[in-house]
């Protein structure tokens, strides 16, 4: 029995992948290891599709929760030692991507859909509200010819058929 | 024997698919009754060769016939009989084949439930089905066979990954699958109605209960999926806002929006235009998803085996129907005049709100997901939009809704009184700051749980403001007839007002999870572990054996005050043949909250790296998906809704003695 768990825990240490945040990387200051979590939510595992180095389970998503903690250590912000990260790394280690030129229209779009698309809607709405409204009184032009059409004969115009 | 048949099989639906693409659609063109009338029985044979060749690839996974190339590659012989039967689905060919099942099922169905529609468009709709099918089976014939044989079979497969040899393969596909293909039958009507130029309120009446049907199939579906992340993770997260399940979600979505809009065509004639860009969009997002997952683009765990010349194929599958289906709808659109005119301040004013934030939280995750692929394509650097980023844009747009849901719902048709009808919420507004208290008062932390648990106990109880208004128009006291009226009421008035609550539910479910509580330790056996209002305890360490894989279970009880109220056993498998271990989680309900364990590496002391989590009210988040698709059911089980039963239903109302 015991034999059993000692060569299936042998055999799981080899092929196993390394777990998301372990206790032994814990930090023993719980400030730090507060700010070295909330790091870490931000930062991705590079190699794993969108999941945070806090919750992977991939052997590089260990090595950089224990950089951050490394780091913590000594001392830097939580500032420096994203920028450390992003110097090596790029952006791409950032869950939150940063608004710069090239990322403002993933940022802006969905709200300026939004306001383009509201901004439709009301001007279309003001045009419905117009439209049920009593029609335009006739111009003197018109009541002219209306008299004309009215009084001179009494058959009506043939358009006004059509209409 | 089996196997080629099943070969000839999918060879032979995919001539009957082409000759459906051709045969309805001129017939429709002759006006020839008996040319279009072929649709039906192409549709329903096809779709019994296609379940002939699933059957086929399912009878080789079951008796384990390593003669085949996918059943080497995904199969083994001592793998569970659930596994060998779901994991026909677990790989890509599977998946495609299940894909083009469900596809010709739609079509069957379509052909078969749609007496009401008028044979003409019907006849173009089952044109541009049997066109998607051609599209399909092509697809998997000549890039994802999975008949493919090998000369010299090997005596043992593979295995499946282990990731997927759980009781969510058998479910979570299926259900995704019949939510995303079934979209494809109010994309073929809308095409179909496009063709043949009949776009009037029937139209609406025509997709509603398909795009119910589909709406409800794909609910439960991310529903699924997501709890099968929560529990397998081990970490217990369950929505990642990753590239795959973004997919998922763009569909719902826009399917959402579809079903609100569609009432409004339904109804009042309006939203023509909008309605009929919905249905194509919606099912376009679900073609945009299988190619996201099944070209390689992306690598997840669902996305298996990929090679480049499956993606521009599927590509191309993509550009030939959203292209098409825009094509159709730029030409038709400016013929399409509108119809009832309404108040901004009005049940449509509202459900217009409704599409325009459904449509821009919709565009929010399709630009996340898709915006890093074009950045790097365009300039090269590459970027990643995460949970940070979602929960920014993506968040703002929806919550929105929330608030509206309830209030749009007591508004009436063209012209309402907003006033009045915020007069008939403050009861339940009141009620929902009072929770916000309560739950302060209770739980303290983060201020964005206590808002968001306020705000779903108003929308669970303002969702069924309308229907109390109904029951007593003239308030409580005057309740004569109240019964009656009670048991008069719709069965869609339940729906929708069941949705909407189950949309707080799933809220309330999400909210809590700023209260959970984390704990990351070493596990002794024996020692107990305080985990929120819990005491864990570790009684035993066992070594078991499964059928296919080696396991390590740590025997746990938990008690609250000195009493034991809960026995599980979180462990941890390792799968021989593919060398790989995964972590079964041991979860346990307890007043709707989960605990739940997961045990990682053990050390030469003999205790487990363990994390425990006490996560309060989280299994509202599924129970809450679940409302909103019982909802939908009872909706759809609404007899004066379904199409062709207004005949029967009048002859029914005449033949009840009048009050």
Not at chain 1, 116 to 129: E, H, M
Not at chain 2, 69 to 83: D, F, G
Not at chain 2, 513 to 531: A, L, N, R, S
Request: proline share 5%.
């Amino acid at each position: 029995m015991r034999k059993t768990l000692i060569a299936f825990l042998a055999l799981s240490a080899l092929a196993s992948p390394v777990h998301a945040l372990q206790p032994d990387e814990i930090l023993a200051d719980p400030k730090l290891e507060t700010r070295a979590r909330e790091i870490s939510a931000g930062l991705r595992c590079l190699v794993c599709q969108n999941q945070s180095i806090d919750d992977s389970d991939a052997s590089l998503a260990r090595d950089l929760r224990t950089l951050v903690r490394e780091q913590l250590k000594a001392g830097k912000s939580d500032q420096e030692i994203k920028t450390f990260l992003v110097d090596r790394y790029g952006n791409f280690v950032l869950l939150k991507p940063p608004f710069e030129w090239d990322t403002a229209a993933l940022w802006l779009s969905p709200f300026a859909l939004f306001a383009v698309g509201g901004f439709f809607l009301w001007r279309k709405s003001r045009n419905r509200k117009a439209e049920p409204a009593a029609p335009a009184p006739l111009s003197a032009e018109e009541s002219e010819k209306l008299k004309a059409l009215l009084g001179g004969d009494a058959n009506p115009a043939p358009q006004a058929d059509k209409s | 024997m089996i196997i080629e048949t099943g070969h000839f099989a999918l060879a032979l639906a995919l001539a009957l698919a082409l000759m459906q693409v051709v045969l309805p659609f001129w017939g429709a063109r002759t006006r020839d009754a008996n040319l279009m009338a072929t649709a039906r029985p192409l549709a329903l044979t096809q779709f019994a060769l296609v379940a002939l060749a699933y059957a086929a690839l399912t009878w080789a996974h079951v008796v384990s016939d390593f003669s085949l190339v996918n059943v080497i590659e995904n199969s083994h012989s001592t793998k569970p009989m659930i596994y060998k039967i779901s994991g026909v689905w677990g790989n890509h060919e599977g998946s495609m084949m299940l894909w083009a099942l469900i596809l010709t099922l739609s079509g069957a169905a379509m052909a078969l439930f749609s007496r009401a529609i008028p044979p003409r468009l019907l006849a173009d709709a089952t044109s541009v089905q049997g066109l998607l099918s051609v599209a399909f089976l092509l697809f998997i014939l000549l890039t994802s066979n999975p008949f493919a044989r090998i000369e010299t079979p090997p005596m043992e497969g593979n295995d499946l990954n282990p990731i997927l040899q759980d009781p969510g393969l058998a479910i979570h596909p299926p259900l995704l699958y019949l939510g995303y293909v079934g979209f494809s039958i109010v994309f073929s009507l809308a095409a179909g109605a496009l063709i043949s130029g009949r776009t009037d309120a029937a139209f609406a009446r025509f997709i509603r209960p398909w795009t119910l049907a589909a709406w409800i199939f794909l609910t439960l579906g991310i529903a699924m999926g997501s709890y099968w992340a929560y529990y397998t993770l081990g970490w217990g997260g369950f929505w990642f806002w990753d590239p795959v399940e973004n997919a998922s979600l763009l569909p719902w979505l826009s399917g959402t929006a579809l079903l609100h809009s569609a009432s409004v065509m339904e109804k009042r004639e309006s939203l023509k235009v909008w309605t009929i860009f919905l249905a194509i969009l919606t099912f376009s997002l679900s073609l945009l998803g299988t190619f996201l997952v099944r070209s390689g683009v992306l690598t997840s765990v669902h996305s298996f085996a990929s090679d480049p010349t499956r993606g521009l194929f599927i590509l191309g599958i993509l550009v030939l129907f959203i292209g098409g289906a825009l094509f159709l709808f730029m030409l038709r659109a400016p013929t399409l005049t509108g119809g009832g005119l309404f108040a901004p301040i009005s049940r449509e004013g509202f459900l217009v709100v409704n599409n325009l934030l459904l449509t821009a939280a919709c565009a929010a995750v399709f630009i996340g997901t898709l915006y890093p692929l074009a950045l790097e394509a365009w300039n090269g650097s590459k970027i990643t939009v995460g949970a940070p980023f979602f929960n920014l844009t993506f968040g703002p747009l929806f919550a929105p809704i929330l608030l509206l849901a309830p209030l749009g719902q007591l508004l009436a048709w063209k012209r309402a009184d907003l006033l009045g009808a915020a007069q008939r919420l403050w009861f339940v507004a009141a009620l929902g700051l009072v929770a916000m208290l309560g739950f302060y008062a209770a739980q303290g932390g983060p201020v964005i749980a206590v808002i968001g648990a306020g705000v779903a106990i108003y929308l669970m109880t303002a969702s069924f403001v309308e229907i109390w208004g109904r029951v007593f128009p003239q308030g409580f006291r005057k309740r004569a007839n109240a019964f009656g009226r009670l048991a008069g009421l719709p069965l869609s008035a339940w729906g929708a007002a069941l949705a909407h609550a189950g949309l707080g539910v799933t809220l309330l479910g999400l909210a809590a999870t700023g209260w959970g509580v984390e704990k990351i330790t070493k596990v002794q056996k024996g020692e107990t572990y305080q985990v929120g209002p819990y005491a864990l305890q570790a009684t035993s360490i066992e070594a078991a054996e499964g059928p296919n894989y080696r396991e390590a279970i740590v025997h746990m009880t938990i008690s609250r005050d000195g009493k034991e109220v809960a026995k599980f056993d979180p462990s941890k498998r390792f799968f021989k043949t593919r060398q790989m271990a995964t972590s079964q989680a041991g979860i346990v309900t307890l007043n709707l909250g989960q605990v739940y364990v997961a045990v990682a590496e053990q050390s030469a002391d003999g205790a487990f790296d363990a994390r425990m989590y006490w996560k309060p009210f989280v299994s509202l988040i599924w129970l809450g998906a679940l409302v909103m698709s019982f909802g939908g059911a009872l909706s759809l089980a609404d007899r004066r809704l379904r199409v062709g039963v207004a005949r029967r239903a009048k002859i029914l109302a005449s033949a009840q003695p009048a009050e």
